[in-house]
C-alpha cells in the first residue's frame, strides 16, 4: 500500500520558535499534498494544499506567513511553523495523492508550544 | 460552505452488536463522500467511498449509501468487532476539475467496542 511519514511524531518547543514538520511518500510519488490541522474533539480542518514544485493554496483564514509550505521534491513536503505560539498547539496532519487520486494520511505530529 | 455533521461519541457497544454512524453533509454541488478511520496510534485509512447518488461503498463489512435526498452517508456494520474499535471520520470532497481537492472532515466519532 501507499504510505505517508511525518517527522516528528511530537514535538515541544518554546514560545517565538519556529519548528518543521516533514511529510514524505515513502512508496509513491504525491503530485499533491495538503496538510490538516486538528484541534482537540474537532474535525480535521484543511490548511493549505501544495503541489510539487508550485507555491502552496492556502485556505481562507490560514495565514501563510506563519505557516510555510515547501513541496520540494515529489515525496517530501515541509510544514514550518514560523515564531510558533501555544496558540498554534495542535495535531498537524498531512496527506498525500497521486495524481489527484485517493489521500493517503500521515500518522500525524503533536505540536506543543510553552 | 461545505460541511459534514456526525454523530457525537464515544458510541460504546458490544461484540456483535448492530453499528449506525449517522453523517450528513452540507454542499453546494455534487460531492465525493468518505468514510476514514483512525485506529490507536495510526493514520487516517479510508475504510469506503462513493462518488454519486445512490451508490454503496462497502469495505471490511462496512456499508454507506449516498443519500441525496436526505444529504446523508451514514455508516453501518451488522457485526462489529473489539478489533473494530476507532474513531471514524465522515468526509466529503468536491471535484473542482483542476486538480486533487482537500477534503472537508466532520468531527469523528470515537468507537469502542466492549468484548
Known amino acids: 500500500g501507499a504510505v505517508v511519514s511525518q517527522h516528528p511524531s511530537r514535538v515541544i518547543c518554546k514560545s517565538g520558535t519556529s519548528v518543521k514538520i516533514e511529510c514524505r511518500s515513502l512508496d509513491f510519488q504525491a503530485t499533491t499534498m495538503f496538510w490538516y490541522r486538528q484541534f482537540p474533539k474537532k474535525s480535521l480542518m484543511l490548511m493549505a494544499t501544495s503541489n510539487e514544485g508550485s507555491k502552496a493554496t492556502y485556505e481562507q483564514g490560514v495565514e501563510k506567513d506563519k505557516f510555510l509550505i515547501n513541496h520540494a521534491s515529489l515525496t517530501l513536503s515541509t510544514l514550518t511553523v514560523t515564531s510558533a505560539h501555544p496558540e498554534d498547539s495542535s495535531f498537524y496532519i498531512c496527506?498525500?495523492?497521486?495524481?489527484?487520486?485517493?489521500?493517503?494520511f500521515g500518522p500525524g505530529t503533536r505540536l506543543t508550544v510553552l | 460552505g461545505d460541511s459534514v455533521t456526525q454523530m457525537e461519541g464515544p458510541v460504546t457497544l458490544s461484540e456483535e452488536a448492530f453499528l449506525t454512524i449517522n453523517c450528513t453533509y452540507t454542499?453546494?454541488?455534487?460531492?465525493?463522500l468518505f468514510w476514514y478511520v483512525q485506529y490507536p496510534g495510526e493514520g487516517l485509512q479510508l475504510l469506503l467511498k462513493a462518488t454519486k447518488a445512490d451508490d454503496k461503498g462497502s469495505n471490511k463489512g462496512f456499508e454507506a449509501t449516498y443519500r441525496k435526498e436526505t444529504t446523508s452517508f451514514h455508516l453501518e456494520k451488522g457485526s462489529v468487532q473489539v478489533s473494530d474499535s476507532a474513531v471514524y471520520f465522515c468526509?466529503?470532497?468536491?471535484?473542482?476539475?483542476?486538480?486533487?481537492?482537500?477534503?472537508?472532515f466532520g468531527k469523528g466519532t470515537h468507537l469502542i467496542i466492549q468484548p
Open positions: 454542499a453546494t454541488g455534487y460531492p465525493s
Open positions: 468526509a466529503l470532497k468536491m471535484y473542482s476539475g483542476g486538480g486533487a481537492d482537500g477534503l472537508t
Open positions: 496527506s498525500a495523492s497521486r495524481n489527484g487520486n485517493e489521500q493517503f
